[in-house]
């Protein structure tokens, strides 16, 4: 039997707290007297919902958590879930119970040294409970040295960030110290195609700017030029590097890599043979202006909620024409390289596609524009919907879209909004204040495909 836990806990990292719960239940894992590991599990839902409420019910989710965590730590002394209860009673107004629980973490550390959890657990739990004892030096100190053991566990370190953050502000102390301890910012890349190879110095001035930033994660395509460098030079620095092309890869690799020259051919190969993930997006016949614009968003999208997972910084890289003019460069970062010759190679001729973003909902299936007008339609309503993003290329919107978002409906819990990848990471990377969840896998006609929950 395949065990829920890790299905529940990428769900609440993502942010899928209402689907992590309705997994709990349904595996029946709520509210166990012996089961340590369901316990945290519920206990940090709890937290998780407590942060996204106001007033005196956050207080009371935050106490509710609290008690869940100290049942939890009641099993075996174990010093995660005390250190937890003692914090959520800090939030939830209890303050003498917190720093009674921060003492007995810092006791249970002392005896038992090699209790089973990983070095830069062990360390950041002490720091969070001599934070809670108004030893902020010590904390300081503690929590650097925890980063120190395990430098790339990014995830662990934004949980830790988050959680004293919300100490500090209860505190009153000073936390822009996190500042130097969260984890790698995230790059949203793209550029120009017909640059010169010979060009030594964009490169360098790539890597540079790629090491002053601090990234550690990018998502762009990988089109001959400008994104190759970017993607060769974050493996160099050992980022990940994720792409999004905006059509299949065959087409991508032939309109927009080898037709500038051939010499860039391998080096996309290998890029994508080394590619943390690879993201194709579909009904697109080729890289044309709009597809390009799909993609373009939906990278930023996804820039930007690894950066908000993470706890950390988006930012946007943008490679330009030494002698182009930038009118409007908004908040990207702008590098130069060497064009060769004065314009792009000519693709191909193909029909141009246009954008257009289809929603379904209990009112039928409507056609919009712009992502932007779907939106606002959608929040317009009280009614479950599903969107989508395409590429079209007529007036007629192809036939597996209405019969996919046919079934996205029926994945929708009453009154929620569910998009595909394109549609969710679009609106995103389009500016949009919204919060884009994992909601599972959906499996239908088309095969297996992620669904996200937009709030």
């Not at 943008?318 to 792009?344: H, T």
């Amino acid at each position: 039997m395949v065990s829920p836990y890790p299905h529940i806990i990428r769900l609440a990292r993502s942010g899928s707290l209402e689907r992590a719960w309705s997994v709990m239940e349904q595996n029946g894992l709520l509210d166990s007297d012996t089961d340590q590991r369901a316990l945290t599990l519920q206990a940090r839902l709890v937290k998780d919902r407590a942060k996204l409420a106001e007033g005196a019910e956050r207080a009371g989710l935050f106490a509710e958590s609290a008690a869940i965590y100290a049942k939890a730590g009641a099993i075996d002394n174990g010093s995660y879930p005390l250190i937890n209860a003692a914090s959520l009673y800090l939030l939830a107004g209890q303050k003498a119970q917190s720093e009674k629980l921060a003492r007995d973490v810092l006791k249970a550390l002392d005896e038992n040294p090699d209790e089973a959890e990983t070095p830069y657990w062990l360390g950041a739990t002490r720091a969070e409970a001599l934070l809670l004892l108004g030893e902020q030096a010590q904390a300081r100190a503690a929590l650097r040295g925890a980063v120190t053991k395990q430098p790339a566990a990014w995830e662990d370190h934004a949980a830790t960030i988050g959680q004293f953050e919300l100490l500090c502000a209860e505190l009153g102390c000073d936390a822009a110290w996190l500042d130097q301890l969260r984890p790698p910012s995230a790059v949203h890349f793209s550029g120009i195609m017909n640059v010169a190879q010979s060009d030594e110095a964009a490169p360098r001035q790539i890597s540079e700017w790629l090491e002053r930033e601090n990234i550690g994660f990018g998502f762009g395509a990988l089109a001959a030029g400008s994104d190759i460098w970017i993607g060769e030079a974050l493996l160099a620095r050992g980022a990940q590097l994720h792409v999004i092309l905006p059509c299949d890869r065959a087409t991508f690799r032939a309109a927009s890599v080898t037709i500038v020259d051939d010499a860039w051919g391998p080096r996309f190969d290998r890029l994508m043979d080394q590619a943390e993930s690879i993201c194709c997006l579909d009904h697109a016949d080729a890289p044309d202006a709009a597809a390009v614009e799909r993609g373009d968003a939906v990278a930023a999208g996804m820039a930007q909620h690894s950066a908000t997972q993470l706890r950390a910084n988006a930012r946007r890289l943008r490679i330009v024409g030494s002698n182009d003019a930038i009118s409007d460069p908004g908040e990207a970062a702008i590098l130069k390289a060497r064009r060769k010759g004065d314009r792009a190679p000519s693709r191909p001729a193909t029909a141009s596609g246009s954008l257009r973003a289809a929603v379904l909902s209990a009112s039928g299936l409507e056609i919009f524009g712009s992502l932007a007008d779907a939106w606002a339609a959608m929040g317009a309503r009280a009614e479950s919907c599903a969107v989508d993003w395409i590429v079209s290329h007529s007036d007629e919107i192809p036939a597996p879209v209405p019969e996919r978002l046919s079934a996205m409906l029926e994945c929708a819990v009453p009154g929620q909004c569910v998009a595909t990848h394109a549609a969710g990471y679009g609106l995103l990377g389009s500016g949009f204040d919204l919060r884009v969840e994992s909601a599972g896998d959906m499996r239908w006609a088309g095969g297996l495909m992620p669904l996200y929950a937009l709030f």
